[in-house]
Structures are given as C-alpha cells and as structure tokens.
C-alpha cells in the first residue's frame, strides 16, 4: 500500500512537471487536484490546501470555467476532514450546480470518492441541517462559491482535524494569513497587478480580497486600509 502511494504520487507529480513545462493549462489543474487528493488521504492537510489553492489560481487565470468545479469538490473535501460540516456541503451544492450549468457531469468511476468525501460532513449535521447547507451552496453564482473556496484555502480556518491541535488566536479585524499579507503589500504602494505577481494570483482574486479587506476594516479606500492598518499595529 506505501509503495503504491508513492509511485502513484511521484507519476502525478512528473506528469504535473511535463504538464507546466508545455503550458497545458488544464492537464496542470486536473494534476494539481489529483495531487490533493493525494494530500487528504494521506493526513497532508496543508499540502492538500495549497494545491487546491493553486489550482484554483490557475484555473481562475486561463479562464478555465468547468475544472474549478473539482477544486470545489477538494475543497469541500478538505473542510470536511477538518470537521466544518456545512462549509463543506455549501461548496459540494455549488459544485453539483456548477456541473450542471457547464454540462459536465460527474464520472463514475469519481462518484465514490465524492460520496466518501461528503461523508463525514453529512453525518455531523442532521438531515435538515445538510440539506439546507447544500441548497444553500447550490444557489451561490459561480464566482461567490468560488470566492468561498479561495478564503476557505487562504488559511482563515483549521490546517489539522478538530482535537489535534490547541485553538488558535484569530488575526486582528478576523483577517485571513492572506488578507494581511495582500494589506502589506498594499500599504507598501503596490498597485493590484503587482499584488498578483508576487502572490502568484489573478488581479481578480486580489480585487476579492481587498473588497473583504475594506468590508474587515470598515474603510472605503486603500489609504484608509493602509492608514489603519499602520496605526493598528498589523503591518
């Protein structure tokens, strides 16, 4: 079982490689998901996430508008491992949504994996409860369940299973790792595209977060943000 966990991980990985190396846009995001899966199964939280969040990214970037409904899928996955039930089936809903807007329906040979997936997160609510989280999800436009997956990734939750390690302090306004690190560059007089390139973002991603920024700080600029910013110690 070890041996054929790391062979199938190091052939998705070397395809990963080929595939970035000739610029095959989806053949990167379908490896880098594979990846991820890889990921949760084997306990690898943060790996997991940071794969989803790149191939999100990506996905985001090429205008690639049906893969990112199996980042969706690994997303609400990831959540629900780390035991935020109805997170989860809110982007589980969205992602049924979104393959049926797109005309693209789930694999077979995949269903099992999904269900596996959905699990956990179902048995941690009752049946009113999952349902509604999924009818909830399942009426969110594309780019909501897609801006809700990329906070989820940015670190704002758990990277460990309930009980395996000790609560930690939220950031100051609730920002997210990423949000702050977006408001440093900010402060620092970077304009959105140069925000983009040194995240390794899309100019949209970083527009989203600095909406949610702004929304946090209660301010309607960026010099307000960066003002506040400085006199609240978060730089």
């Known amino acids: 079982m070890v041996v054929t966990f790391v062979l199938l991980t190091l052939s998705t990985h070397l395809c990963a490689v080929v595939l970035v190396s000739t610029g095959d846009g989806t053949g990167i995001v379908e490896s880098l998901i594979d990846l991820s899966h890889i990921s949760l199964d084997s306990g690898d939280f ?47 809903g969205a992602a049924e949504r979104l393959r049926e807007l797109y005309d693209c329906p789930t694999p077979p040979i995949t269903q099992p994996l999904i269900e596996r997936r959905f699990a956990r997160a179902r048995a941690a609510l009752d049946a009113e409860q999952a349902d509604a989280a999924w009818q909830a999800g399942r009426a969110l436009s594309a780019e909501d369940a897609i801006a809700e997956a990329i906070a989820a990734l940015d670190g704002s939750g758990q990277t460990a299973p309930p009980g395996a390690t000790a609560g930690r302090a939220s950031h100051p306004f609730r920002l997210t790792s990423r949000e702050l690190e977006v408001l440093r560059l900010l402060a620092a007089a970077k304009s959105n595209r140069a925000i983009a390139a040194e995240l390794v973002l899309s100019e949209r991603t970083v527009a989203r977060h600095l909406e949610s920024i702004y929304a946090k700080l209660g301010v309607n600029s960026r010099t307000a943000a960066a003002g506040l910013a400085l006199r609240s110690g978060l730089l």
Request: glycine letters at 10%; hydrophobic letters at 50%; a positive charge.
């Open 46 to 92: 943060d790996a997991a996430r940071r794969l989803l969040a790149e191939s999100l990214a990506i996905a985001e970037q090429r205008g690639l508008k049906f893969l990112p409904t199996r980042s969706l899928v690994g997303t609400a996955g990831l959540l629900s491992a780390l035991g935020q039930a109805t997170e989860a089936l809110r982007l589980g």
